[in-house]
């Protein structure tokens, strides 16, 4: 089973920043938060990952909790293209638990 | 660099048939794993190879199984088609040189089951 909750839906409108939550109270030590997301009927995309300190690329910035229980996606300025299930997922690196275990994620719609 | 590329794109196949789908990592990556998705189940993990290797396993039947040739490149069979087995198949690939060893999703296969 996931190990990660997040709200089934959120909207945003286009130019504004769109916050993802995500709650993984379960996670442990040497598991990291990955988010991926998918546009309709394609692959899931990468967008980025990390274990405590928060991260950003050229995507998204990922904002992670002191206590690490939950994690936030941030899309700075969201476009009309950011439309997608949007995945928060914890995973290991070690052995068996390598794989990527998807909720059910957040469909975003972005409005004009 | 070229992304995991899958084929076919599409497929119909009947029931009782069986499939075999490809996928091509990106170039370097040596590890693939192969995922299922249906509108009921959502996301499941099938199988990942490495060096030619199965190195785990998700909960599917043996109707499902899988392969990895010395250039990285994978297939993924199943046997005996259900209905059931109409889905989104999807390839990743990783680098083993990466700590966290990231999978980057290839467009998926839909096979339609009839």
């Known amino acids: 089973d996931a190990k990660t909750t997040q709200p089934p839906s959120m909207d945003c409108a286009e130019g504004r920043a769109a916050n993802l939550p995500c709650n993984h109270s379960t996670i442990s030590g040497n598991e990291y938060v990955y988010w991926y997301r998918q546009i309709h009927s394609q692959g899931p995309q990468y967008i980025i990952h990390g274990l405590k300190n928060n991260e950003t690329n050229e995507m998204a910035s990922l904002i992670i909790t002191e206590d690490r229980k939950s994690s936030t996606l941030i899309l700075p300025h969201a476009t009309l293209r950011d439309t997608a299930v949007y995945y928060c997922?914890?995973?290991?690196?070690?052995?068996?638990?390598?794989?990527?275990?998807w909720g059910l994620g957040t469909s975003l719609a972005v409005n004009p | 660099k070229a992304g995991v590329t899958q084929t076919p794109r599409y497929l119909i196949k009947t029931r009782g048939q069986q499939v075999t789908l490809s996928c091509s990592p990106i170039s370097g990556h040596r590890s693939v794993s192969w995922y299922q998705q249906t509108p009921g189940q959502g996301l499941q993990f099938l199988f990942e190879y490495f060096s030619e290797t199965q190195r785990n396993k998700g909960n599917f039947p043996g109707r499902f199984s899988g392969r990895q040739f010395s250039n990285s490149r994978s297939e993924m069979n199943v046997s005996t088609l259900e209905l059931g087995d109409s889905a989104l198949y999807l390839c990743?690939?990783?680098?083993?040189?990466?700590?966290?060893?990231?999978?980057?999703f290839g467009p998926g296969t839909r096979l339609l089951v009839l």
């Open positions: 990743a690939s990783s680098w083993t040189g990466d700590p966290q060893e990231t999978q980057y």
């Open positions: 997922i914890v995973r290991s690196h070690a052995g068996n638990n390598r794989k990527l275990i």
